[in-house]
């Protein structure tokens, strides 16, 4: 793969945009213009964790430049900017074909989604391939979407539908079917909510990576109030429904959605059905807020149903 300097000429600096001069420097330059501040937020993926080694290398730029953007949607921000570091497994199959590929889908979301790349690290290592990204997002001073702001008497919603990752996982394992391919290409390929302009109009907001009863949750601790999840109402693709029923718990509790969990006032909900229809993007009412803590998920009937798995544990 020759030197780390000449693998970041070949593969990043195609990506990088003029604040960071060229990688040629030790840090990038950005600047914020006067009255927006910067919303940052860092993922890692982990081989055989958050991507499988079989997965196309272009998808896998992709997938984890989309999660980090995915946070930028939660808190209202614009997508800027990021950082890259790739830690790189000694002797392994990641060679200058497959980063060549990696840097040919990064370069199709940077298109996408308006975003350069500023700079990173390289190194090496005697594990499995390790991949992290940093993203910059700008937005107005004081509108940033919080996971503290719910209010008893909200509802909740959701964008796009649920669990079609966590089946995609499970259809790539081969251990159900994915005759379409719709749900494997969901695990693969997140789709951020960018671009919503939600700011002033719900009250909290988070984006849904380790399950939506467990992410639910942590809008209800850090909000102070008790979250009632309606199952049935919960949106499903065609593909999942197609699997049935018994597998709403995998739905409810399975990673990788990257959709928005919301938090509305009743008064707002029209408008926040036409922001989203405004971007084509789905939005379903699944349930509400209200006084107390925790999360309790009912069926069609209102009785609480027995969860034995909330969502993603990373320990």
């Known amino acids: ?124 290592t005697a594990g499995p391939l390790v991949l992290s990204a940093t993203v910059f997002g700008r937005l107005k001073k004081d509108t940033a979407l919080r996971r503290s702001g719910a209010k008893a008497g909200d509802s909740l919603w959701v964008t796009g539908t649920i669990g079609d990752a966590a089946l995609g996982l499970l259809a790539l394992q081969g251990k159900i079917s994915d005759p379409t391919g719709f749900l494997s290409e969901r695990y693969r390929l997140p789709r951020p909510r960018t671009g919503l302009n939600l700011n002033g109009l719900v009250h909290a907001a988070m984006d849904i990576s380790d399950g939506l009863i467990q992410d639910c949750g942590h809008i209800a601790a850090e909000s102070g109030v008790a979250i009632d999840i309606l199952a049935d109402t919960v949106p499903a693709s065609s593909a999942a429904n197609t699997l049935g029923s018994q597998w709403l718990e995998q739905r409810l509790t399975g990673g990788d959605d990257y959709e928005l969990l919301l938090s509305c006032a009743p008064e707002n909900e029209s408008m926040l059905v036409q922001a989203c229809s405004q971007r084509n993007v789905p939005v379903t009412r699944i349930g509400a807020i209200r006084s107390g803590a925790g999360v309790h998920v009912l069926n069609a009937e209102g009785q609480v149903m027995g969860i034995q798995k909330k969502g993603w544990q990373h320990f």
């Open 1 to 124: 793969m020759s030197g780390e300097f000449s693998f970041i000429a070949r593969h990043f600096r195609q990506l990088a945009g003029p604040e960071s001069l060229d990688l040629r420097d030790d840090c990038a330059l950005i600047s914020c213009p006067s009255g927006q501040e910067m919303a940052i937020s860092t993922d890692t993926m982990v081989e055989n964790v958050h991507f499988l080694t079989e997965d196309p290398p272009e998808t896998v730029g992709r997938k984890l430049l989309r999660c980090n953007l995915s946070d930028l949607a939660a808190m209202g921000a614009e997508p800027y900017a990021y950082t890259l570091n790739v830690t790189i497994p000694h002797a392994s199959r990641y060679d200058d074909v497959w980063f060549s590929s990696f840097a040919a889908g990064l370069a199709e979301d940077q298109k996408l989604y308006g975003v350069t790349l500023l700079g990173g690290d390289t190194t090496s």
